[in-house]
């Protein structure tokens, strides 16, 4: 099966740059996305990796090495809206079937 | 454009009962996927169905079962009911099967007493 981790919880202040980590291990990797979720809705969607490199998406950039099964999301300008949990999934598969496998979601809290 | 939306929101079963769910996929979407989601927890990977046919499976047993309709709406059944059921179940529909991006459905919470 796929193992995925990520912190639980994390606290960051209105203004600052907070880093996510998620490490994974897997067979048949086929991407990693980001999602947030507010407490009470439903996921949306955040990032999509499948090269190593660095994704750049307004206030949101998202890492991914391959070699060592991990990926981190950052967010910048942190602002009170985005307290929210913040899901790393993993994709495994090929050929149009795939299988999505996420974390437990890292609860991050903005304060003023 | 209309977004994915779920029917009932809320559900209270009783256990061996069986349930249905429903949802409605983003206009132009011809895959679902449903998701199951504790308290606390991930969404755990149900099945996914792409132009009415199953076409990925996460660690759900058979009583666990879907349809999808030739409009890309999407039925999910689960029979004999168990305490552990009780979840937030989720929907997301996307444009083909290797979609980068899904859009979610609020959700069905089912509570099974």
């Known amino acids: 099966g796929q193992n995925i981790d990520q912190p639980t919880e994390m606290t960051a202040t209105e203004g600052a740059i907070v880093q996510i980590n998620c490490t994974y291990q897997t067979s048949g990797f086929n991407g990693l996305f980001w999602y947030q979720q507010h407490a009470g809705e439903a996921p949306t969607f955040l990032s999509y990796n499948v090269l190593d490199g660095l994704e750049e998406k307004g206030r949101f950039s998202s890492f991914l090495s391959r070699s060592k099964g991990y990926s981190y999301l950052l967010l910048k300008e942190l602002q009170m809206k985005d307290s929210a949990s913040y899901l790393c999934a993993v994709r495994t598969g090929k050929g149009g079937s795939y299988i999505p496998t996420f974390g437990r979601g890292t609860s991050l809290i903005v304060h003023p | 454009e209309t977004g994915v939306t779920q029917s009932p929101t809320h559900l209270i079963k009783t256990r061996g009962q069986q349930v249905t769910l429903r949802c409605s996929s983003q206009s132009g979407h011809n895959t679902v996927s449903w998701y199951q989601q504790a308290l606390g927890q991930g969404p755990q990977f149900i099945f996914q169905y792409y132009r009415e046919e199953e076409n990925g499976r996460g660690n759900f047993p058979p009583r666990f079962s879907g349809l999808q309709f030739p409009n890309y709406s999407s039925e999910l059944n689960v029979n004999a009911l168990e305490l552990d059921d009780s979840a937030l179940y989720l929907c997301?529909?996307?444009?083909?099967?290797?979609?980068?991006?899904?859009?979610f459905g609020p959700g069905t919470r089912l509570t099974v007493l």
């Open positions: 997301a529909s996307s444009v083909g099967q290797g979609a980068a991006e899904q859009f």
